[in-house]
């Protein structure tokens, strides 16, 4: 399957500062990545589209000036958490699909980074 | 809104038992996908079934499709310690009208296999 990396797998904050993490598709172009956020025991919650060139479509009830998206080209997109707060620590993956793999709808993803805000 | 239900949540069971895994979905939809998530880990797609009647094996594992009936279907044959994970079924939006969107997902199941 494609791959997709993330960085960091890991982060601690302090509370009101911000963290960047990158996704990165490495063996395709991906014009379209998603962000999901996943808190311990739970499934996978959508935050947001995130589309090369233009602005990210967030979901319902997901700050987007909190959590800042750019994609900025096929194969990179970030996600800033600005202003953290202890709450906003989850483990968050990004993923994308692989248009070289025709019209499957699967989604890859990246390895997840955990983010702690102290 | 689409909604996705799994059950059980958590099935804990025996090494060489079978069990079956099931998730509904509320929405028309020709697209489903099963994920594993190891602990601390991110997820792994298992099975992409895309037609009414699909049906996908792996090793133990044999995933199916009735769009119908908005259920599909995970089941284990003979399970071993190696199978303990988080399962995920998740469902998109009719591939016809673009598939473009993002997974929407269920809770999960934590399936516990003991020797």
């Known amino acids: 399957g494609a791959v997709v990396s993330q960085h960091p797998s890991r982060v601690i904050c302090k509370s009101g500062t911000s963290v960047k993490i990158e996704c990165r598709s490495l063996d395709f172009q991906a014009t379209t990545m998603f962000w999901y956020r996943q808190f311990p025991k739970q499934s996978l919650m959508l935050m947001a589209t995130?589309?090369?060139?233009?602005?990210?479509?967030?979901e319902q009830g997901v700050e987007k000036d909190k959590f800042l998206i750019n994609h900025a080209s096929l194969t990179l997109s970030t996600l800033t958490v600005t202003s953290a707060h202890p709450e906003d620590s989850s483990f968050y993956i990004c993923s994308a699909r692989d248009g070289r793999t025709g019209n499957t709808g699967e989604l890859f993803f990246g390895e997840g980074s955990r983010l702690t805000v102290l | 809104e689409l909604k996705v239900e799994q059950n059980p949540l958590f099935l804990s069971m025996q090494e060489g038992k079978n069990y079956t895994i099931y998730c509904n979905y509320s929405?028309?939809?020709?697209?489903l996908y099963w994920y594993r998530q190891d602990p601390g880990k991110s997820l792994e797609s298992l099975f992409v079934l895309l037609s009414n009647g699909a049906v996908k094996q792996e090793g133990r594992l044999m995933a199916s499709l009735d769009t119908k009936a908005r259920l599909s279907t995970l089941h284990i044959t003979a399970a071993v310690h190696d199978l303990s994970a988080t399962y995920f079924c998740?469902?998109?939006?009719?591939?016809?009208?673009?598939?473009?969107?993002?997974?929407?997902f269920g809770k999960g199941t934590h399936l516990i296999i003991q020797p």
């Open positions: 995130s589309n090369e060139g233009s602005k990210a479509t967030y």
């Open positions: 998740a469902v998109g939006q009719t591939l016809a009208r673009g598939g473009a969107d993002g997974l929407t």
């Open positions: 929405t028309t939809s020709d697209r």
